[in-house]
């Protein structure tokens, strides 16, 4: 059975992710905004990942990386 709720989320992998979300949640802003043209799918899809992306690695939780069976957390807990 798949522990969905054991960190699995560290390393580079967290680092990675904690650098890129804000970036991409801020590249969504100003898309939204108009400051960026991606239009709106672009804006969107920079919100969504940058968001998904920020709190997998700040709660250090990712369902998809359970579901792989990928875990780049060198402490279980």
């Known amino acids: ?3 969905l709720m054991q960190k ?3 390393g580079m992998d967290r680092k990675a992710r904690l650098v890129v979300g804000p970036i991409l949640l801020l590249v ?3 898309a939204v905004v108009g ?3 991606l239009g ?3 804006a969107i899809a920079a919100l969504v990942v940058g968001a998904i992306l920020a709190v ?3 709660v250090q939780r990712c369902p998809l990386n359970a579901l792989l069976g990928v875990d780049t957390c060198p402490i279980d807990g």
């Open 56 to 58: 997998t690695g700040a």
């Open 1 to 3: 059975m798949v522990k």
């Open 35 to 37: 400051a960026i043209p």
């Open 28 to 30: 969504g802003l100003a």
């Open 40 to 42: 709106t799918v672009g």
């Open 8 to 10: 699995n989320v560290g």
